[in-house]
């Protein structure tokens, strides 16, 4: 299995079918891939509709059920961890991220030799959002690149890709989706950001509160700046030895 296009979702059963069957139309014949969507505790059709989808027209769906929501990171580690394939492509399921860019970014990781680690990390230039959220997000993406120095303008774009054996060496903590970039910078791995395509969401709503994130940023990156620094001390002391 080459790609595992790892999915989380909560209460997203209209965006399901179509975002399902474009990665479908972009990947096959390119990959061998599969789909993984996790279920985050939903209380819509999002777990039968991705059940009567998987046992129907698109096989390449595995789902996994949280039936009590655990949060994006929570559900893209256990999808991770159910993952057969060597590279994890993340994205979020509202169809904000096009599929047609993933084949680009595989072709970019091919790049890179089988014991590297890396981060392919999408750049929403031209997002299709509010000009409040917008502005929060620039806002935001300055202070933690700032602070992390993490190589990438836009970390809270879905859309990456990284070999599954990086994944998995990664600390887990609530909204560490957010600080991949950094936390593969920790084990010396090199980032890459290239521009993606964002789309309006078409079905529901935003499952985000942006003063809620706002509120947990900033003792988010005070930990990984932690995790950082911790990672350099280990590395002294193992080299001492």
């Not at 390449?60 to 492509?89: E, F, K, L, P, Y």
């Not at 303008?153 to 859309?159: E, R, S």
Request: aromatic share 8%; net charge positive; glycine share 6%.
């Amino acid at each position: 299995m080459d790609v595992s296009v790892v999915i989380p979702a909560k209460n997203e059963q209209d965006n399901i079918y179509p975002l399902v069957a474009e990665i479908v139309a972009v990947l096959t014949g390119k990959v061998k891939f599969e789909i993984i969507y996790i279920d985050d505790g939903s209380t819509d059709q999002t777990y039968p509709t991705l059940t009567t989808l998987a046992a129907g027209p698109f096989p390449q769906i595995r789902v996994i059920r949280h039936h009590q929501s655990a949060g994006q990171s929570t559900a893209i580690w256990s999808g991770v961890h159910h993952a057969h394939g060597r590279w994890i492509v993340t994205m979020d399921a509202d169809g904000q991220n096009d599929p047609a860019d993933i084949p680009l970014m595989v072709q970019r990781a091919q790049q890179f030799s089988a014991d590297q680690h890396f981060c392919i990390a999408g750049y929403r230039k031209s997002r299709k959002d509010t000009t409040w959220k917008r502005w929060q997000s620039k806002i935001a993406n300055a202070v933690r690149r700032r602070l992390l120095h993490d190589e990438t303008p836009d970390t809270g774009c879905g859309l990456k890709l990284m070999p599954r054996e990086t994944f998995v060496l990664l600390p887990y903590f609530d909204h560490m989706h957010r600080y991949l970039p950094a936390l593969v910078r920790r084990l010396g791995g090199k980032i890459v950001t290239v521009e993606v395509n964002h789309r309006h969401r078409q079905f529901g709503v935003s499952n985000y509160n942006m003063w809620g994130r706002l509120k947990v940023g900033l003792v988010d990156i005070l930990g990984v700046m932690w995790l950082q620094r911790r990672s350099k001390l280990v590395q002294l002391s193992q080299d001492d030895e």
